[in-house]
């Protein structure tokens, strides 16, 4: 049974640093991974994309890497805003539908 | 445009009552989706949905009638409500069953069970 852990489970730097979420998954038979964005009281808004065949993805200031292998997935923010401050989340889909982690809340202080 | 929408988007009632929840998107995927998010803010798959018919039911209770009056629609009636259904419920959509294609997300429905 696919899990996915999201390390850490919060963050909060301050405004302009660059970071790194974590997420791992137990089975590598995966299709893709996708990054999520929640902001409080809202929905999931789709970041990144990565089919299992891709290393990486970069939208803006966000890049998204894969390695099926070890099960592992990082989304690096490049010069945090403020406005960047929400939930990530990270899910991989398989042989069975989006498979979800916990989160990583990112809060960004001004 | 909305490309998800769901209604309500609050929703409280009392225990033992019957409730729906609705879904629809205008992307012409074939593919729908209900996801519930507890308390603890964890993301499950409760069913799916390809053009009308069934094909994902993860082992959620049967007072959840999932019901699709078109590939556009997708609407989560509940039976006999209890506490622990206090939740969001997100509805999501895709191109096709296929897995691996992008997923879209509704707003969610905060439902609270008194």
């Known amino acids: 049974k696919q899990e996915v852990t999201q390390i850490p489970a919060a963050l909060s730097v301050p405004e302009g640093e660059n970071l790194v979420l974590n997420c791992s998954f137990t089975?590598?038979?995966?299709?893709?991974l996708q990054w999520f964005r929640q902001d409080p009281g809202k929905g999931l808004t789709s970041l990144l994309l990565?089919?299992?065949?891709?290393r990486e993805q970069t939208s803006g200031r966000l890049n998204a890497s894969l390695d099926k292998s070890s099960g592992r997935s990082t989304l690096y923010i490049a010069a945090s805003q403020p406005g960047d401050s929400a939930t990530y989340l990270c899910a991989v889909s398989g042989n069975t539908p989006l498979v979800f982690g916990k989160g990583t809340r990112l809060s960004v202080i001004a | 445009d909305t490309a998800v929408s769901q209604t309500p988007k609050y929703l409280v009632t009392q225990m033992g009552n019957d409730k729906s929840i609705k879904c629809e998107q205008n992307?012409?995927?074939?593919?729908m989706y209900w996801y519930k998010q507890d308390s603890k803010k964890f993301l499950k798959i409760m069913f799916s949905y390809n053009n009308k018919e069934l094909i994902i039911n993860e082992t959620v209770p049967n007072r959840f009638s999932p019901k699709s009056p078109d590939k556009a629609h997708l609407n989560l009636h509940i039976n006999s409500l209890e506490l622990g259904d206090s939740a969001v419920y997100f509805c999501?959509?895709?191109?096709?069953?296929?897995?691996?294609?992008?997923?879209?997300f509704g707003p969610g429905t905060r439902l609270t069970v008194l």
């Open positions: 089975d590598s038979a995966i299709y893709n």
């Open positions: 999501a959509s895709s191109q096709d069953a296929r897995t691996g294609n992008e997923q879209f």
């Open positions: 992307l012409g995927h074939d593919t």
């Open positions: 990565i089919q299992s065949s891709q």
